[in-house]
Nanobody, 123 residues
Framework: QVQLVESGGGLVQAGGSLRLSCAAP????????MGWFRQAPGKEREFVAA????????IYADSVKGRFTISRDHAKNTLYLQMNSLKPEDTAVYYC????????????????WGQGTQVTVSS
């Protein structure tokens, strides 16, 4: 079964930065869009950011625009999420996902998911 493996989560103070990574050991998602979603305790999973295969197309949730940057490195087969100016409300489990279709913010468009990495932002 294809796996996506996230890393880079942790505990950070408000205003700090973290960089999440998502690797796909043994699999290249050629032509796939990839995205980041997050889920806070007691809340539904929500879209964070997505990037197309060519990396020329990126979309962001309004709540993270200007603070988060999504990128991908085809040579390393890795997806990244650079998170700056973190806020306590960014606290959540962050999931990466891959989808064979368009670059969208809809979880239903992504067929492959990782197990998630915890990000906790203290005030």
């Amino acid at each position: 079964q294809v796996q996506l493996v996230e890393s880079g989560g942790g505990l950070v103070q408000a205003g700090g930065s973290l960089r999440l990574s998502c690797a796909a050991p043994g699999r290249t998602f050629s032509g796939y869009a990839m995205g980041w979603f997050r889920q806070a305790p007691g809340k539904e999973r929500e879209f964070v950011a997505a990037i197309g295969w060519s990396a020329t197309e990126t979309i962001y949730a309004d709540s993270v625009k200007g603070r988060f940057t999504i990128s991908r490195d085809h040579a390393k087969n890795t997806l990244y999420l650079q998170m700056n100016s973190l806020k306590p409300e960014d606290t959540a489990v962050y999931y990466c996902a891959a989808g064979a279709g368009r670059t969208t913010g809809w979880a239903i468009d992504y067929g492959y998911w990782g197990q998630g990495t915890q990000v906790t932002v203290s005030s």
